[in-house]
């Protein structure tokens, strides 16, 4: 089954971003009412977090509907926003695979103590790799993670910088404090300070209540900030002031809140390039890279693969998709492939061939990507001949999915319609 879906119910509004990249899906309901309403309407929930001080007396009809729903839903009652507010932060530094331990170990009337122990992942899982490359990694993590040292994630797009930064905070003695995502490329230049830096009440219209800001939340915690290469250059100095006091001035304040945090910034961007040509400051530059770590390409480590593939549809299997093996000829041919959207592109290909596969096995003809990047294939039995014919194979199984509509195959093989309308000339289809 597997579904990756949590509803919450109460608790104070603002105290939510932290699951904002959480790798789930998560609902925010404020009455009891509304949150039966959305069982009833047969929405599935994974687990129901319900906050006692908002919810009375409507409690006890909803934790029926929610144990009554099939499948059933796992509840967890907590006393008050306090409560809620330290398992927000402790679900954001969650995989989808640990929800299902964390299920596992929730009763409905849980004792924390118990339910958090039992579902605190090992150091490095979700950071699949047994290649030289990935273990060097991993003993430098090991080295460097304890010591609460700024560090800097370097390397391509999809290499899997943020499963390192996890792994890095899992490893440090912050682990049972929050760890908080933020992507500075994805937040808009207006609301940057703000949701870093946090604001008062009436700092500007529209601000009808102070936030803490991602800063002042991963307090005694690590704040992930990915993408720093997009952080606007006012940011830039703002953050480095912090960094410098170890304090922080929300917008609106005059007097400033003490902050003791680890950063752990990530780029697919050269920084130092970035400096050179005037678009990063250099004094942040150099506080931040106290220590590189370089993600390494999938390309480079691509002994890993078959591993990265297990685990891969081990995580499908959990999201509901029936159990699939993989073919050795496809493997080979996974490991011919440049790869470079990385893991990530990794996980679309295994998606992609995972709906496309009717038997129990994945095997060359469902494989669809982009041969420019095919690497090597004279060392395994593909050519490039075959490749051809296997991206064929699989656009026609993508358009008998979906019935001939071209968007939704277009969709299911991840790539544009554009693209798709050029393969269907190419091959006649
Ligand atoms: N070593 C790994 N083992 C298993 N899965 C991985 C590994 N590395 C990355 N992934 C998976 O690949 C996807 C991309 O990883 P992640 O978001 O950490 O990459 P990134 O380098 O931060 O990408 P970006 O630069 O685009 O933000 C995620 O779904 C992640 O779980």
Redesign the pocket.
Known sequence: MGISSILIIGGKPGTFRQTARA?FKVTYVDDAGDAAAMVRDDEIFQLAIITLSKTGPAVLPLCNSLLEATPPAKVMLVAGDDELQEILSWLAGL?PGDINSFTRSTAPLPEKEKTVTSALPSRFE????ESPE?KKVKTLIEKIAPTGTTIL?Q???????????RAIHRSSARSDRPFIPV?CAAISGTIIESELFGHAKGAFTGADRSTLGMIRSADKGTLFL??IGELPMNMQAKLLRTLQERAVKPVGESRIYPVDIRIIA?T?RNLAEGVKNGEFREDLYYRLNAITIY?PPLRERAS?IPL?CR??LNRLENEGFTQKTISERALTMLSAYGWPG???E??NVMRRATMLTNGDTIDTDVLSFESGHMLALEACDVNPGSMASHEKEAIQKALQKTSGNRRAAADLLGISEATLYRRLKTYSI
């Open positions: 790798p995989t979700g950071l699949i790799g990935m994630l390397g391509e797009s999809g290499t899997g910088k943020e499963v390192l930064a992507d990915d993408e990530a697919n993600a890993d990265i685990h891969i990385n893991v990530r990794l996980e």
